[in-house]
């Protein structure tokens, strides 16, 4: 079993910067891939990045460049460092883990209740 709980997320002006955080209660953080999502209001939720549980990233196009996800196995924690944010960064961010390496939401189990990004223009 896997709990996630986020923080982080606030309002931000266009072209600010932003850190999430995911703390994870889970016996071996390192036995898991973890994701962020994201759901904009009236969107599909959506893949924004994710990390293997070494290290290895990799990132929606959208946000390529911009974000930063990175992992911390000793403090079982996950990141997402956002830059140069958009009005359309806007969204509920989601932390996720799983043990498969993937990109689809429906390979991750285990969801955190989500923070609210807002980039006012």
């Known amino acids: 079993q896997v709990q996630l709980l986020e923080s982080g997320g606030e309002l931000v002006q266009a072209g600010g910067s932003l850190r999430l955080s995911c703390a994870a209660s889970v016996r071996t953080f390192s036995d898991y891939h973890m994701g962020w999502f994201r759901q904009a209001p009236g969107k599909e939720r959506e893949f924004v990045a994710r990390?293997?549980?070494?290290?290895?990233?990799t990132y929606y196009a959208l946000v390529k460049g911009r974000f930063t996800i990175s992992r911390d196995n000793r403090k079982n924690t996950v990141h997402l460092q956002m830059n140069s944010l958009k009005p359309e960064d806007t969204a509920v961010y989601y932390c996720a883990a799983t043990t498969r390496w993937s990109t689809a939401q429906n390979e991750y189990p285990y969801w955190g209740q989500g923070t609210q990004v807002t980039v006012s223009s």
């Open positions: 990390i293997s549980w070494n290290g290895v990233s």
